[in-house]
C-alpha cells in the first residue's frame, strides 16, 4: 500500500526566514545586470531585425500606420514626375521603397544600415549644406523628421530642407515629423503649420508628435489645420 505524500505547510515565519537568507543585489549591482540584459536583448533584436531601433541615434520608428499614411501622402503631393526627399527619417522611405516603388524617393540619413536599400545619401543634420551637388534644389517633396527635440537641430534641419527643394517652376511642399513642442520654431523657421493628423511610433514616447506642413492642400487632406495643438 503505497503511503500518501506529506503536505507540509510553511508558517509565515518560515517563509520569512527562507526569504531572509536569499542573496540581495546591490543597486549598483542591479542596475548592471538590467544594462547587461537590454544590451543582450537589444543585440538580439537586432540580428532579427538588420534595422530595429538604435537609441543611440535618436530612433524611433513610427508605426507601420503612420510611415504608410504620410508615405501615401508624399506620393500625392509629389505627383508621377516629382522627386521626394526623406531627411533623417528611414521608417518612412522604407515604407515607400516598399509599397510606393515607382515614387522617386532618396534618403539622407547617418545610419550606413540603410545604404542597402539604395538612393541613399550619408546626411549629418550639423552639416546641413554637406549633400551631394546634384541633389541641390531637385525635390519638390521634402519631408524630415529632425532626430532631436531642439531649436538647434531643426534649424540646421530646416536648412538642409531649403536647400534639397526645388523652386523653379512651382512652390515646393514641405512635410516636417517632429514634436509639439517645436511649434514655433517650426512657423519661424519655415513657416509650418500643425495638421489635425497625429503620427505614431512603435515605441511609446512621452511628447506628442505633429505632422506640420506648408501646403494647404496637404493640410486638407490630413483633416485640416490644428493652430490649437
Known amino acids: 500500500m503505497a503511503s500518501k505524500p506529506i503536505n507540509i505547510r510553511r508558517s509565515s515565519d518560515d517563509r520569512h526566514s527562507e526569504d531572509s537568507d536569499r542573496p540581495v543585489l546591490s543597486d549598483g549591482t542591479m542596475a548592471a545586470l538590467n544594462e547587461f540584459l537590454s544590451e543582450a536583448q537589444a543585440a538580439a533584436n537586432g540580428a532579427q531585425n538588420p534595422f530595429s531601433e538604435n537609441w543611440g541615434l535618436s530612433q524611433f520608428w513610427y508605426t507601420e500606420e503612420t510611415a504608410g499614411h504620410v508615405a501615401r501622402e508624399c506620393v500625392e503631393a509629389a505627383g508621377p514626375s516629382s522627386r521626394i526627399a526623406c531627411i533623417a527619417c528611414p521608417s ?80 515646393p511642399r514641405f512635410y516636417l515629423l517632429t514634436g509639439g513642442t517645436m511649434k514655433e520654431a517650426a512657423k519661424k523657421l519655415l513657416r509650418l503649420r500643425p495638421t489635425v493628423y497625429r503620427p505614431q511610433h512603435k515605441t511609446k514616447l512621452g511628447n506628442e508628435f505633429l505632422l506640420y506642413t506648408t501646403s494647404e492642400a496637404a493640410a486638407n487632406r490630413l483633416g485640416g489645420w490644428d493652430d490649437a495643438a
Open 92 to 171: 518612412l522611405f522604407r515604407q515607400l521603397r516598399a509599397h510606393f516603388p515607382d515614387a522617386n524617393a532618396h534618403l539622407f540619413e547617418v545610419d550606413l544600415r540603410f545604404e542597402t536599400l539604395g538612393n541613399f545619401s550619408l546626411y549629418d543634420y550639423r552639416k546641413p549644406h554637406a549633400v551631394p551637388d546634384e541633389l541641390k534644389g531637385a525635390f519638390s517633396v521634402v519631408v524630415a523628421d529632425p532626430p532631436y527635440l531642439s531649436e538647434e537641430c531643426l534649424e540646421k534641419t530646416v536648412e538642409t530642407m531649403k536647400v534639397l527643394a526645388r523652386h523653379e517652376k512651382e512652390t
